[in-house]
């Protein structure tokens, strides 16, 4: 599946950093997150940071050091190191190796749902833009396809379609075969169907918005989003 440009991604982590900074700035730190169980605002801050400086520093090449203090100083030491390292370097982290493309795209991909984690902590908007929720979905649905996860083997041989409404290209086809599913983008008909705009739908697959949310519109059994949805949750 075709993603995004490669700077297009280091883009993206400093402009969703810029962005979650906006919504920080004034919040209590101590303001808890519900998507994010046990955690606060604060803790939140602390993990993304630590994230983007494990990821800057294995591209580099470089031993551990200190966390920048501030999440935009983070985000900017990430993009200037991979953008030097360029798409195909291979970087070790959390004991995987991975092209920088693939580091770059979680990397824009976990601060922008972490971004919705804030705005939904505080009562604030989130969109995301179209083309960038879609690829998340790609990406997320990509780290599970082809994996043994129990809780679908129940489902095999059933269908799951996710339609977005607000796009005309944006549709998956969800197919639950032992031991796990495979997907592909298509518009064809499923057991079970979801219909939502592009951001509800990512935010649906990342347990940040829940089935019933006003957003949704859920046609057929609900077996196979909700077997989907438990294999497939990241925090």
């Known amino acids: ?3 995004l440009p490669y700077d297009r991604y280091c883009h993206e982590v400093t402009a969703q950093a810029a962005l979650l900074d906006g919504l920080l700035a004034g919040a209590p730190p101590q303001t808890p997150v519900p998507t994010c169980p046990g955690w606060t605002l604060a803790e939140l801050s602390v993990h993304i940071r630590g994230n983007l400086a494990t990821l800057e520093q294995a591209v580099r090449g470089s031993a551990p050091g200190e966390v920048p203090p501030r999440l935009a100083d983070c985000a900017e030491r990430f993009a200037a190191a991979f953008r030097s390292a360029g ?7 959390w004991g995987l190796k991975q092209p920088a493309r ?3 795209r979680r990397a824009a991909h976990d601060l922008a749902v972490h971004r919705a984690d804030a705005a939904l902590a505080l009562g604030a908007p989130f969109e995301l833009a179209g083309d960038l929720a ?3 979905l790609d990406e997320l649905l990509d780290m599970f396809a082809g994996q043994d996860l129990p809780g679908l083997r129940e489902l095999a041989g059933q269908t799951l379609h996710l339609h977005a409404t607000d796009a005309d290209d944006a549709e998956w086809l ?3 075969t032992p031991p796990g599913f495979t997907w592909r983008r298509a518009h064809e008909k ?3 169907a979801v219909r939502a705009p592009l951001t509800s739908l990512l935010l649906l697959c990342y347990r940040r ?3 019933g949310h006003e957003s949704v519109q859920l046609l057929g059994a609900p077996a196979p989003l909700s077997g989907l949805l438990d294999s497939i949750a990241l925090t």
């Open 1 to 3: 599946m075709a993603s």
């Open 87 to 93: 798409a195909e370097a291979v970087a070790e982290a």
């Open 102 to 104: 693939s580091w770059a």
């Open 134 to 136: 879609a690829d998340g």
């Open 174 to 176: 969800i197919t639950f």
């Open 190 to 192: 499923a057991a079970t």
């Open 209 to 211: 918005r829940p089935p």
